[in-house]
């Protein structure tokens, strides 16, 4: 209970923790995704049902992989650290700048997506 505690009070200040903890949660969502597979399996077995779920699931499960994994891992977390060395301010007012950025970046590619899902479904 102690870590909840800590995580919830935000009196974790090392960077260390918080990619340790980004670290546990990755792992824990290719453990999960690997038993979402077999139950997909266990219960569809290997047909055209199974296929197009794997299909449709490919690109962004992708891209969800290279955002969080691996943005997050190598720019945000050093670049966020030095900022938190500058002044607590500095450093959140990047991070909110950059969710902001990222959000409205995610709005125009599912506007794009929406407008072109005929063309994409044929």
Do not use: W
């Amino acid at each position: 209970m102690n870590l909840l505690n800590r995580i919830s009070n935000h009196q974790t200040k090392s960077i260390s923790f918080a990619a340790l903890i980004l670290s546990v949660f990755t792992f824990l969502s290719f453990v999960f995704g690997l038993l979402r597979d077999r139950l997909l399996t266990s219960g569809f077995g290997a047909g055209n049902e199974l296929d197009v779920y794997y299909t449709a699931f490919r690109i962004p499960d992708f891209i969800a992989m290279v955002l969080i994994t691996g943005a997050i891992g190598v720019a945000v977390i050093p670049i966020f650290a030095r900022n938190l060395v500058l002044g607590r301010e500095k450093a959140f007012s990047y991070l909110s700048n950059l969710l902001n950025i990222a959000l409205v970046g995610l709005i125009a590619i599912c506007f794009i997506l929406f407008i072109f899902t005929p063309q994409l479904m044929s």
